[in-house]
């Protein structure tokens, strides 16, 4: 049985994911101190980054199988 070789995955996947994890996990704590939430686009800051997160972490794991797929891992 022979075994594949494959490519070494993108330096971008575990340096998204990290940045993923950062945002998911810390979000900005200057937000919960402060009395008033900033406003962008008559929408509170708060509700665009519940709302962009998700998307930006579901983009960083279709890019990463994306990756995967285009250096013969499967």
């Known amino acids: 049985m022979t075994q594949k070789t494959v490519r070494p995955r993108s330096r971008l996947v575990p340096i998204w994911f990290a940045l993923d994890a950062i945002l998911a996990l810390l979000p900005p704590i200057h937000w919960a101190i402060t009395p008033h939430s ?5 929408m509170p800051l708060g509700l665009i980054y519940m709302g962009g997160l998700p998307i930006i972490i579901a ?3 279709v890019y990463a199988y994306w990756d995967d797929v285009s250096r013969g891992a499967f």
């Open 38 to 42: 900033p406003w962008i686009a008559d």
């Open 59 to 61: 983009a960083s794991i």
